[in-house]
């Protein structure tokens, strides 16, 4: 089954505690994205990888970290989480950036509170 | 820069009656828009999407939308609502390079 996957989640951790929460499309798509979900704001961009090693800022980069050593794969890093990190987070992938190709495909989300 | 205005942030209608979600958009070139539409803990699912086609979009679950250039809107329809519509509904705006600008997001509510 085509689908994004993410892991955990569900997250509860304590302030300036590392954590991951991981990516995974098996669509073969080539542009991958987080976002954030917030009451009232709708989902705000986090970071994009137009492909493998390609990644650039969205509209709330900071205190967020990622990398995309493999192409099916787009991890979120947490170097120090703080509570205004607490959201609901959802990665999604599209085959290109336009075009049919633009439609993106969202995970299930993970909620994350930070304490 | 493009954004998107849901001028609703609820909507109550009753089970089998007319459903209208509003939407309008900036955008400086031909934009790409979307409906997707979150379930009560579930992640988000495509509803529609406009690509400078057709102006009237149809999607799944007999939800249909008009694009008007001169009005700026993107309102999305349903002839009749049916109670698995209750959810979140928001329009999207895509800018160049793929980027999602998402509305504020629409909560439907449906009564029997």
């Known amino acids: 089954e085509a689908q994004v996957t993410q892991n955990p989640r569900y997250l509860i951790t304590v302030t300036g505690k590392k954590l991951t929460v991981t990516c995974s499309q098996n669509?073969?798509?080539?542009?991958m994205s987080w976002y954030r979900q917030d009451p009232g704001l709708g989902l705000r961009q986090i970071y994009y990888s137009m492909n493998v090693e390609v990644t650039d800022k969205g509209d709330v980069p900071e205190g967020y970290k990622v990398s995309r050593k493999e192409k099916r794969n787009f991890p979120l890093i947490l170097e120090s989480p703080s509570p205004n990190q607490t959201s609901l987070y959802f990665c999604a992938s599209s085959w290109g950036t336009s075009g049919e190709q633009e439609t993106q495909y969202f995970g299930p989300g993970t909620r994350l509170l930070v304490l | 820069a493009q954004s998107v205005t849901q001028l609703d942030s609820h909507v109550s209608v009753s089970e089998g009656t007319p459903v209208l979600l509003r939407c309008n958009y900036s955008s400086s070139y031909s934009p790409s828009l979307f409906w997707y539409v979150q379930h009560p803990n579930k992640g988000l699912q495509l509803l529609l999407k406009?690509?400078?086609?057709?102006?009237l979009v149809k999607g799944i679950n007999g939800f249909e939308a008009e694009f008007k250039k001169s009005e700026t809107s993107f309102h999305l329809t349903k002839p009749s609502a049916h109670m698995s519509d209750a959810a979140e509904y928001f329009c999207?705006?895509?800018?160049?390079?793929?980027?999602?600008?998402f509305g504020a997001g629409t909560i439907l509510r449906v009564k029997s």
């Open positions: 406009y690509t400078s086609a057709a102006t």
């Open positions: 669509m073969n798509h080539e542009y």
């Open positions: 999207v705006v895509s800018e160049y390079g793929n980027k999602l600008v």
